[in-house]
């Protein structure tokens, strides 16, 4: 059975940090490209990083970049998502999710993140962020 269980949301203040985590369980996790996404109440979803754990390159969204980092454990099966100098448009339901069929340059972390979310094949329940100003 496929599982991703998020943890690490919280509610901090604007300039703060916070760390999530995804655990990933029921798939091979070596290979695949795993991602955070997130969304916001009354807005579509976006792609915020994604990373292939084959060789821990990464990708980011812009209104992130700088400040959000998404690194991954293969011994742990887990991605992290550290995200520092937090503002109140972070503000959102973060998601994480595997797509099993990424890992070149054809199909890898980028164009995961640029599809937005189509397409991945697993997806986790979500953990709530909370930034106040």
């Known amino acids: 059975q496929v599982q991703l269980v998020e943890s690490g949301g919280g509610s901090v203040q604007a300039g703060g940090s916070l760390r999530l985590s995804c655990v990933a369980s029921?798939?091979?996790?070596?290979?695949?490209?795993m991602a955070w996404f997130r969304q916001a109440p009354g807005k579509e979803r976006e792609a915020v990083a994604a990373?292939?754990?084959?060789?821990?390159?990464?990708y980011y969204d812009d209104p992130v970049k700088g400040r959000f980092t998404i690194s991954q454990d293969n011994a742990k099966n887990t991605v992290y998502l550290q995200m520092n100098s937090l503002k109140p448009e972070d503000t959102a339901m973060y998601f994480c999710a595997a797509d099993s069929f990424c890992g070149d340059d054809v199909h890898g972390p980028r164009q995961v993140v640029e599809l937005g979310g189509y397409g991945m094949d697993y997806w986790g329940t979500g953990t709530l962020v909370t930034i106040s100003s």
């Open positions: 990373i292939y754990t084959g060789d821990d390159t990464t």
């Open positions: 029921g798939f091979a996790y070596s290979s695949v490209c």
